[in-house]
């Protein structure tokens, strides 16, 4: 008889003051809202826009970079100093002798100062705005780029 008397007072007492599903549902809400507060923060410094030092024929200029991983190898080869060809009267290129990562897709549109990898070691900088069937990873964007005219340019690239 004392045991089940014992039995019941344990199983009351615990109905009575263990967790109810109101307090699991906040403690989820708290676990919740601090997660979005990291992810947020995640997000906002991935908002932040990094950039380099592009030197085109003398001419400084900033390249406004991507958040990803070709971005991360091309700054792991620098600083870089290259002789980039013209090609179709819109487009510099030189191929690296490293292969940097890629996740190409195709732009449809390139706009005048691209910076983007053709292939997974054919650096191409975009000085006139056209439409595009090729795919590439995107690398940044030069502001207020110039006509890099007709010939070959030189360029050097620093962090």
Excluded: W
Aim: one cysteine or more; aromatic letters at 10%.
């Amino acid at each position: 008889m004392n045991k089940k008397v014992i039995i019941f007072l344990l199983i009351s007492f615990t109905l009575f003051t263990g967790c109810n599903s109101n307090d699991l549902k906040e403690n989820n809400n708290n676990n919740n809202n601090n997660n979005n507060i990291e992810n947020n923060d995640i997000a906002f410094n991935n908002e932040e826009k990094k950039t380099m030092k592009i030197f085109i024929n003398e001419n400084e200029y900033s390249i406004n970079l991507e958040n990803n991983e070709t971005v991360n190898d091309l700054i792991n080869l620098l600083p870089l100093e290259l002789k980039m060809n013209e090609l179709n009267g819109n487009e510099k290129y030189i191929y690296l002798d490293n292969s940097l990562s890629t996740n190409s897709v195709n732009p449809k549109y390139i706009n005048a100062g691209d910076v983007m990898l053709y292939g997974d070691n054919c650096l191409v900088i975009f000085y006139k705005s056209f439409e595009t069937s090729y795919s590439y990873t995107k690398i940044g964007h030069i502001d207020n780029l110039d006509d890099l005219g007709s010939g070959s340019i030189k360029v050097k690239i620093e962090k």
